[in-house]
């Protein structure tokens, strides 16, 4: 069975820092692009960041650009998420996610991933 189990989430100040992670089982990791998304209650689920299947190439939101990090660590079958400048506006329940296509590239499209986490919630005070 496919697991991606996220955490790290929690209750920080604006201006703050939270790093999280997602730990992949049961699928091929390494062969797989990863990203992040995330929802706020009352919005969409948007796209927050992607990294290739190599972690070379990664995207962002513009929301979150020059302030997040995405990375991966294939031998450990993890995924990051590293938050840095939190603001109120980043509140919401973060989702790890994985490409449904073996080697095909990070997406900013949620219906490009056919795998999800159960989400962490993040959530930013002022």
């Known amino acids: 069975q496919v697991q991606l189990v996220e955490s790290g989430g929690g209750l920080v100040q604006a201006g703050g820092s939270l790093r999280l992670s997602c730990v992949a089982s049961g699928l091929t990791f390494s062969m797989r692009s990863m990203g992040w998304f995330r929802q706020a209650p009352g919005k969409e689920r948007e796209f927050v960041a992607g990294?290739?299947?190599?972690?070379?190439?990664?995207q962002y939101a513009d929301s979150v650009k020059g302030r997040f990090t995405i990375s991966r660590d294939n031998a450990k079958n993890t995924m990051y998420l590293q938050m840095n400048r939190l603001n109120p506006d980043d509140t919401a329940a973060y989702y790890c996610?994985?490409?449904?296509?073996?080697?095909?590239?990070?997406?900013?499209?949620?219906?490009?991933?056919?795998?999800w986490g159960q989400g962490t919630q993040v959530t930013v005070s002022s």
């Open positions: 990294i290739s299947r190599t972690g070379d190439s990664t």
């Open positions: 996610a994985a490409r449904k296509v073996l080697g095909a590239q990070a997406t900013p499209y949620e219906d490009d991933y056919g795998y």
